[in-house]
């Protein structure tokens, strides 16, 4: 897993049962609370403890997504199959905007297995040539996420030619940057 981006945000002891609260930052946004009983808070500093507790499966009961698996949360449901889930997103950024989710809790893609993104890649194309035939659209554009909310997550967004969505800002790089890019990312393979 990849916690560069973690962030203790408060500690607090509570005087009933000892244990430690951790609130934090996964992220930007996802505020992800968890109890860590004293005995384990023996063990290590609470950065750590967070971490291990998280790449051991930890399950999040407070994610939305899977709370949506679980039926607690409805959904506009679009496909459902045993591993996954597709559905309406809440707050579209065009109309007809779908999410589709492993319904095994999976905070980011590179973490699932490779059996579950090859076949939550071969739905994401089902998917979106059934959107680009029910909805008319141009295309269909992809984004991965699992940022704004801790689960792995595809958006399938329909996209008009003349629908002056906004495009992601550009960069440029400085004099060396691509090369010392491809050494870094190459270096880690």
């Known amino acids: ?6 962030i203790i945000k408060n500690n607090q002891k509570s005087a009933a049962n000892n244990n430690l609260v951790a609130l934090f930052y996964l992220q930007k946004s996802a505020i992800i609370k968890i109890r ?7 063990m290590g500093n609470v950065e750590t403890i ?4 998280i790449s051991n499966g930890m399950k999040q009961t ?3 997504f899977c ?3 679980n039926k607690e949360i409805p959904c506009h449901k679009i496909y459902e199959d045993e591993k996954f889930l597709a559905f309406l997103d809440i707050q579209p950024v065009s109309h007809g905007h779908v999410l589709i989710i492993p319904k095994e809790h ?3 893609m590179q973490d699932a297995n490779d059996e579950i993104i090859s076949e939550i890649f071969i739905l994401t194309k089902k998917i979106m040539l059934t959107m680009k035939g029910g909805m008319k659209c141009d295309y269909v554009q992809v984004g991965v ?3 704004e909310i801790p689960h792995f997550h595809i958006h399938l967004i329909p996209r008009y030619f003349d629908d002056n ?10 004099e060396g940057e691509p090369d010392e890019l491809i050494k870094r990312i190459t270096s880690a393979f």
């Open 1 to 6: 897993m990849h916690f560069s981006n973690i």
């Open 106 to 108: 999976i905070i980011w």
């Open 67 to 69: 709370k949506i698996v």
């Open 145 to 147: 996420n699992g940022e």
């Open 62 to 64: 407070d994610c939305i």
């Open 165 to 174: 969505f906004p495009q992601f800002p550009r960069k440029k790089y400085q």
């Open 50 to 53: 967070i971490k291990f507790k």
């Open 36 to 42: 860590v009983p004293l005995e384990i808070q023996l």
